[in-house]
């Protein structure tokens, strides 16, 4: 019988974990596991063994888990939950010959070739250059960015801090709105506007401009008032996915990104027919000199629900994954 390993991707509230074969990317016994329910993540770990039958002599020897916070140190600190771990300690008590941590992003970048063609929705045609480098972006809690590159053996991940770069306002609106984010943050990263949080900031920014009172206190409940004909809701999500148009064509021709941009995350295939109405396509490929580069360039929005778990098995035995 083959041999599994144990993978995972771990956010703030959900550990997602699920099984593979040796050699294969075919997901087994998916589960998802609430983190306020575990004092720490070995006993996650072994509670999700113990629930699918995987547990003492048939334990998984290997594991690749992501994380959504920085896991370059032997500790690592889960960002947005009470979760606080040593790699070593971890593969130890596991009992792990193997035992690799890497960032969730860069988990949902080494998940893209994974993919099948229906998980993928199209949002600019294009051709994709089979040897070149691939763009993986997407808001959610943050705005992650990544690079992956096809290297003559494996995929080749290039984490970033992509979502910290500078807000560059491209029309009159926009000056404003980053006078207004200015007094509140001084610089102001595209982050502060492509994330959950940022959608609903922008919505305050809107309002405040146009001298009302916000009515809404979440991401969640500006999108709903934009579906129920909300003309400022409206006018903050379109002005969201302009923005992120603008942000990711800049970045494509960073990277050089003519194996095409992948849209993660949770938020963006809630919006596919905002997409498809707003500026996004008109913003990443109006890039003046370079417009017909861009134009060129396909981008997809990731319709899957387990990329990032698609990517932590791939990293397993990547060699240009440590």
């Known amino acids: 019988m083959l041999e599994t390993a144990l993978i995972g991707d771990i956010g703030g509230t959900n550990a997602r974990f699920a099984l593979v074969k040796q050699g294969s990317f075919e ?3 998916i589960l998802i596991l609430r983190c306020a329910d575990y004092l720490r993540l070995e ?29 370059h140190d032997d500790e690592v600190s889960m960002t947005n939950n009470a979760w606080r771990f040593s790699k070593r300690r971890v593969k130890d008590a596991l009992g792990l010959s193997l035992f690799k941590v890497i960032n969730d992003f860069t988990a949902q970048a080494l998940g893209v070739p994974h993919l099948l063609a229906d998980e993928l929705i199209s949002i600019n045609t294009g051709t994709s250059e089979p040897h070149r480098a691939r763009l993986i972006i997407g808001p959610g809690t943050g705005l992650g960015v990544a690079g992956l590159f096809p290297g003559q053996n494996n995929w080749i991940p290039l984490p970033t801090e992509g979502g910290h770069v500078t807000f560059a306002p491209t029309d009159d609106r926009e000056r404003e709105l980053l006078g207004y984010f200015q007094e509140k943050y001084g610089r102001v990263s595209v982050e502060r506007l492509l994330c959950g949080q940022g959608l609903l900031d922008l919505y305050r920014a809107h309002a405040d401009l146009a001298a009302q009172a916000p009515r809404y206190n979440s991401a969640a409940e500006v999108t709903g008032a934009a579906r129920a004909g909300d003309a400022l809701a409206e006018e903050v999500l379109l002005r969201f996915l302009k923005i992120l148009g603008d942000v990711c064509g800049d970045a494509a021709l960073m990277i050089g990104a003519h194996g095409g941009i992948y849209l993660c995350g949770g938020i963006l295939p809630r919006l596919i027919d905002w997409l498809q109405r707003s500026r996004f396509r008109e913003a990443f490929t109006d890039k003046g000199r370079m417009s017909a580069y861009n134009e060129r360039i396909p981008v997809w929005v990731v319709n899957a629900p387990w990329t990032g778990l698609l990517g932590a098995a791939e990293a397993l035995h990547n060699k240009e994954v440590e």
């Open 27 to 29: 997901l087994e016994h």
């Open 43 to 71: 006993d996650a770990i072994r509670d999700y063994l113990k629930r699918v039958g995987a547990a003492g002599a048939l334990a998984p020897q290997e594991a690749c888990l992501a994380f959504a916070c920085p896991v």
